[in-house]
């Protein structure tokens, strides 16, 4: 035994490690007919060798090897060395010393692959990643079956989301001409990469991957995979895996393959849960019916809970023309567990499938008194949803909600009965009906479900009445707001408006700046300037810095002339929040509508100095400067504006369909405008400006019948009070098509919003001289075709 004491060296302590090896097969004794070497006196003896001698003894001789020490075998000992005494460190956790020791052994012997195997697995451990990544291709240069390093990399790949990195190597690990057949590092790259291609989608590249390692692993003989290989490839449940490569041959439509894996998984654990039901299918689909019968008989005898067993039973039956016998067996089951609730749900299911409604809906029925579960309220509203029974049904729908888990178990349902709006509209009828009769037929918790299904199905005034009868039965400042809402849905302002100056009447506490505001709100929708900045102002009165109550205040004083004082709101506002992006737009948007372009000017300017980059105050500013220069007549300042828009966000639809209308106004670039705008359709397909900016670019174009369609439903979209452009467009596509009738009620419309509008909409003239030259023309034909007049 030799004790070595490593020096202090690269910043490593002093540590004694103790260092034991077998010298004979670098030493070995002198051969027989050797000359003997001259005797050695104590005056030659090396120093203190007297020390190792008895009294009377011959001093020891001094040894001399046979063979001397070449310079290779120097370095590999020291590269032992370096390499043992990391180990020992590794086992005191000194772990930074250890990558330090070891990096000095692989300068010594650079293609040791148990040098590179730590020194990947302790740079993994503390993040030096890079480095990690470079040993670990090294072992796998070296060393490609190192089933270690390839399941190291593969969790750092997969971890970081580098699904191609992960494939690269993997494959680069197959390809490598040192991996031979059988060997376990195969067996685990062609399983990784298969579970890779499964993650990725890749089916079929899944499905070869799998199929190669089902090969390897039914050459027992070949591979001999050790406990710790198995594990690697196949988990502490093999059965899982085979589940998992039937899957991936399933969905490849490879049955044959697919049946092979599931029998494997079966030898592994013949109780399995899912792996008999996913044979039985494979083994259905292949034509082997009566095979797959036997197989699901033998698998429900455990009596299993759940009924998937019990309807691919129904499936087998049903493809092996024995519909006959699946009410009878299932009925047969039922009674022998009868704790089974799946398959007592799997029995009624097959009365409502086969025709017996009664039967399914009693059984249902009595197994929601019994025990009410998700399931059942989910199954009888499949039921009574198949049979359009919305009285029943709205009351499961109400019944399920107070379940847990009983709203999201109807809720495809619900989403049915929202699919088919006039079935909706019946659902509705009946909930009004309900809570019409004396007693109600259902509580208020089913008004919930009603408002959604009238929202979803746009049948808010079906919705209306029930919410004001309700009221009368039940009233609540909850439900006025309901009922102002959903009139808010419909658009009726006015009404919505109304409906909260009652409930402030009924209930004077709610008479508080925040249901003031909402009443300004709905008033200024509906046009009644004057009341809504009274009842903004009374709002402020009780709560003085109310950004909503000052925002729609400063809408409304602008909407009636009073254009300084709103200015003055907002210049106050802006004094104390400076960057507020909803009132730099709006206030920048008033200025431009009253023809202060040189002020809209200097106050984007202003912002865009002192935010530039903020990206809310960059898109209003430059949107805005747009307008101010349009209307000042420098239509390419106005361009360059949207275009640097345009340069930083391509793909935002208010800047395409801005830059794309502009054009088009122009006549420039309309087939560009076209392209841009229909990009900005495709994010709000029902925007009316979106919608106006479509139909005059195909007019531009000259395809006027086109242009009709986007037009007309922009008219259609419009709030209250209309557009007077959009109006006027839709008059010069029926004139151009000679639809002058038409046209001049589509002008005449324009000539109204134009002439409310605050101030006078400056297209005014313009639309009057359109109006009164078609009054002097005679009528004419339409033309049978073409878009020209």
Same mark, same amino acid.
């Given at each position: 035994?030799?004790? @070595?004491?490593?020096?202090?060296?690269?910043?490593?302590?002093?540590?004694?490690?103790?260092?034991? $090896?077998?010298?004979?097969?670098?030493?070995?004794?002198?051969?027989?007919?050797?000359?003997?070497?001259?005797?050695?006196?104590?005056?030659?003896?090396?120093?203190?060798?007297?020390?190792?001698?008895?009294?009377?003894?011959?001093?020891?001789?001094? $040894?001399?090897?046979?063979?001397?020490?070449?310079?290779?075998?120097?370095?590999?000992?020291?590269?032992?060395?370096?390499?043992?005494?990391?180990?020992?460190?590794?086992?005191?956790?000194?772990?930074?010393?250890?990558?330090?020791?070891?990096?000095?052994?692989?300068?010594?012997?650079?293609?040791?692959?148990?040098?590179?195997?730590?020194?990947?697995?302790?740079?993994?451990?503390?993040?030096?990643?890079?480095?990690?990544?470079?040993?670990?291709?090294?072992?796998?240069?070296?060393?490609?079956?190192?089933?270690?390093?390839?399941?190291?990399?593969?969790?750092?790949?997969?971890?970081?989301? &580098?699904? !191609?990195?992960?494939?690269?190597?993997?494959?680069?690990?197959? &390809?490598?001409?040192?991996?031979?057949?059988? !060997?376990?590092?195969?067996?685990?790259?062609?399983?990784?990469? /298969?579970?890779?291609?499964?993650?990725?989608?890749?089916?079929?590249?899944?499905? &070869?991957?799998?199929?190669?390692?089902?090969? #390897?692993?039914?050459?027992?003989?070949?591979?001999?995979?050790?406990?710790?290989?198995?594990?690697?490839?196949?988990?502490?449940?093999?059965?899982?895996?085979?589940?998992?490569?039937?899957?991936?041959?399933?969905?490849?439509?490879?049955?044959?393959?697919?049946?092979?894996?599931?029998?494997?998984?079966?030898?592994?654990?013949?109780?399995?849960?899912?792996?008999?039901?996913?044979?039985?299918?494979?083994?259905?689909?292949?034509?082997?019916?009566?095979?797959?019968?036997?197989?699901?008989?033998?698998?429900?005898?455990?009596?299993?809970?759940?009924?998937? /067993?019990?309807?691919?039973?129904?499936?087998?039956?049903?493809?092996?023309?024995?519909?006959?016998?699946?009410?009878?067996?299932? *009925?047969?089951?039922?009674?022998?567990?009868?704790?089974?609730?799946?398959?007592?749900?799997?029995?009624?299911?097959?009365?409502?499938?086969?025709?017996?409604?009664?039967?399914?809906?009693?059984?249902?029925?009595?197994?929601?008194?019994?025990?009410?579960?998700?399931?059942?309220?989910?199954?009888?509203?499949?039921?009574?949803?198949?049979?359009?029974?919305?009285?029943?049904?709205?009351?499961?729908?109400?019944?399920?909600?107070?379940?847990?888990?009983? $709203?999201?178990?109807?809720?495809?349902?619900?989403?049915?009965?929202?699919?088919?709006?006039?079935?909706?509209?019946?659902?509705?009828?009946?909930?009004?009906?309900?809570?019409?009769?004396?007693?109600?037929?259902?509580?208020?918790?089913?008004? &919930?479900?009603?408002?959604?299904?009238?929202?979803?199905?746009?049948?808010?005034?079906?919705?209306?009445?029930?919410?004001?009868?309700?009221?009368?039965?039940?009233?609540?400042?909850?439900?006025?707001?309901?009922?102002?809402?959903?009139?808010?849905?419909?658009?009726?302002? /006015?009404?919505?408006?109304?409906?909260?100056?009652?409930? !402030?009447?009924?209930?004077?506490?709610?008479?508080?700046?925040?249901?003031?505001?909402?009443?300004?709100?709905?008033?200024?929708?509906?046009?009644?300037?004057?009341?809504?900045?009274?009842?903004?102002?009374?709002?402020?009165?009780?709560?003085?810095?109310?950004?909503?109550?000052?925002?729609?205040?400063?809408?409304?004083?602008? !909407?009636?002339?009073?254009?300084?004082?709103?200015?003055?709101?907002?210049?106050?506002? @802006?004094?104390?929040?400076?960057?507020?992006?909803?009132?730099?737009?709006?206030?920048?948007?008033?200025?431009?509508?009253?023809?202060?372009?040189?002020?809209?000017?200097?106050?984007?300017?202003?912002?865009?100095?002192?935010?530039?980059?903020?990206?809310?105050?960059?898109?209003?500013?430059?949107?805005?400067?747009?307008?101010?220069?349009?209307?000042?007549?420098?239509?390419?300042?106005? #361009?360059?504006?949207?275009?640097?828009?345009?340069?930083?966000?391509?793909?935002?639809?208010?800047?395409?369909?801005?830059?794309?209308?502009?054009?088009?106004?122009?006549?420039?670039?309309?087939?560009?405008?076209?392209?841009?705008?229909?990009?900005?359709?495709?994010?709000?397909?029902? #925007?009316?400006?979106?919608?106006?900016?479509?139909?005059?670019?195909?007019? =531009?174009?000259?395809?006027?019948?086109?242009?009709?369609?986007?037009?007309? =439903?922009?008219?259609?979209?419009?709030?209250?009070?209309?557009?007077?452009?959009?109006?006027?467009?839709?008059?010069?596509?029926?004139?151009? @098509?000679? #639809?002058?009738?038409?046209?001049?009620?589509?002008? *005449?419309?324009?000539?109204?919003?134009?002439?409310?509008?605050?101030?006078?909409?400056?297209?005014?003239?313009?639309?009057?001289?359109?109006?009164?030259?078609?009054?002097?023309?005679?009528?004419?034909?339409?033309?049978?075709?073409?878009?020209?007049?």
């Amino acid at each position: 035994m030799v004790w @070595l004491i490593r020096p202090r060296s690269a910043g490593l302590s002093c540590i004694a490690v103790a260092l034991g $090896f077998v010298a004979c097969a670098a030493w070995a004794d002198p051969p027989l007919d050797a000359k003997p070497e001259p005797a050695t006196t104590v005056a030659n003896q090396p120093k203190g060798a007297a020390l190792y001698g008895l009294p009377g003894e011959d001093p020891p001789e001094a $040894f001399v090897p046979r063979t001397p020490r070449t310079v290779e075998d120097q370095r590999q000992v020291e590269a032992l060395r370096d390499f043992s005494t990391a180990r020992a460190l590794e086992d005191q956790r000194a772990w930074s010393d250890a990558i330090a020791l070891l990096e000095e052994a692989l300068k010594l012997e650079p293609d040791s692959v148990s040098v590179l195997r730590r020194l990947s697995r302790l740079c993994f451990l503390f993040k030096r990643t890079d480095q990690a990544l470079s040993y670990s291709r090294r072992v796998l240069d070296a060393d490609p079956g190192d089933t270690d390093t390839i399941s190291r990399l593969i969790n750092h790949y997969v971890r970081n989301g &580098d699904f !191609m990195g992960a494939e690269a190597m993997l494959k680069s690990v197959l &390809d490598n001409p040192k991996l031979g057949p059988h !060997m376990p590092g195969r067996l685990l790259a062609e399983y990784e990469l /298969g579970k890779l291609d499964t993650k990725l989608g890749r089916i079929k590249q899944a499905a &070869d991957a799998f199929a190669k390692l089902l090969d #390897e692993l039914d050459e027992k003989e070949a591979n001999r995979l050790s406990f710790r290989e198995q594990l690697l490839i196949l988990g502490d449940e093999p059965a899982d895996a085979y589940l998992e490569f039937g899957k991936v041959f399933d969905d490849d439509n490879r049955l044959d393959l697919a049946i092979r894996a599931y029998e494997r998984g079966l030898v592994y654990n013949e109780d399995h849960p899912l792996i008999p039901l996913s044979l039985a299918q494979a083994l259905l689909k292949s034509g082997k019916g009566e095979q797959a019968l036997r197989l699901v008989e033998r698998f429900l005898k455990r009596q299993p809970q759940g009924s998937d /067993g019990y309807e691919l039973l129904a499936k087998i039956l049903t493809q092996l023309k024995r519909e006959g016998e699946i009410t009878p067996r299932l *009925e047969e089951a039922a009674k022998l567990d009868s704790k089974n609730l799946s398959l007592q749900y799997a029995l009624a299911d097959r009365y409502r499938e086969s025709g017996q409604v009664e039967k399914a809906e009693a059984l249902y029925k009595s197994l929601l008194e019994a025990q009410p579960t998700p399931q059942g309220y989910s199954a009888l509203a499949t039921s009574l949803l198949k049979r359009k029974k919305a009285a029943q049904l709205l009351k499961v729908f109400t019944e399920a909600r107070k379940k847990e888990g009983g $709203f999201e178990a109807v809720t495809p349902q619900i989403k049915a009965v929202i699919a088919d709006p006039g079935f909706a509209g019946e659902v509705l009828d009946s909930g009004n009906a309900l809570l019409s009769s004396e007693p109600p037929g259902i509580d208020r918790s089913a008004i &919930d479900i009603l408002a959604v299904i009238a929202s979803e199905s746009n049948q808010l005034d079906k919705l209306v009445p029930i919410l004001r009868l309700t009221l009368k039965q039940d009233p609540s400042p909850q439900l006025y707001r309901e009922i102002s809402h959903a009139l808010e849905g419909l658009r009726k302002y /006015g009404e919505a408006g109304e409906t909260i100056e009652q409930m !402030m009447a009924k209930y004077p506490e709610e008479r508080n700046a925040r249901t003031l505001t909402q009443l300004g709100e709905y008033r200024r929708r509906a046009d009644n300037f004057p009341g809504a900045i009274e009842s903004l102002r009374e709002a402020l009165k009780l709560e003085p810095v109310n950004p909503e109550a000052q925002f729609v205040l400063g809408w409304s004083l602008s !909407m009636v002339g009073k254009l300084d004082e709103a200015i003055d709101l907002f210049k106050s506002v @802006l004094k104390n929040d400076p960057s507020n992006a909803p009132f730099n737009r709006l206030y920048g948007s008033i200025l431009l509508q009253n023809g202060k372009n040189e002020e809209a000017i200097a106050l984007y300017k202003e912002l865009l100095e002192r935010y530039p980059n903020n990206e809310e105050i960059i898109e209003i500013t430059h949107s805005g400067l747009s307008v101010a220069y349009v209307n000042l007549g420098d239509f390419a300042k106005g #361009e360059a504006e949207l275009e640097i828009l345009f340069q930083h966000n391509p793909d935002d639809p208010g800047v395409n369909n801005d830059l794309g209308y502009l054009y088009a106004d122009q006549g420039k670039k309309l087939e560009q405008a076209e392209s841009m705008i229909r990009r900005a359709l495709q994010e709000k397909p029902d #925007e009316s400006a979106y919608l106006d900016s479509l139909g005059w670019v195909l007019y =531009k174009r000259g395809k006027a019948k086109e242009a009709l369609e986007p037009l007309e =439903k922009a008219v259609k979209t419009l709030n209250n009070g209309g557009d007077a452009t959009i109006f006027e467009h839709l008059g010069d596509v029926y004139f151009r @098509l000679q #639809e002058n009738a038409k046209a001049k009620t589509a002008w *005449e419309q324009a000539e109204k919003s134009a002439a409310k509008a605050i101030p006078t909409d400056k297209r005014l003239p313009e639309i009057r001289k359109k109006l009164e030259s078609l009054g002097k023309l005679a009528p004419v034909l339409k033309p049978a075709s073409d878009d020209s007049p």
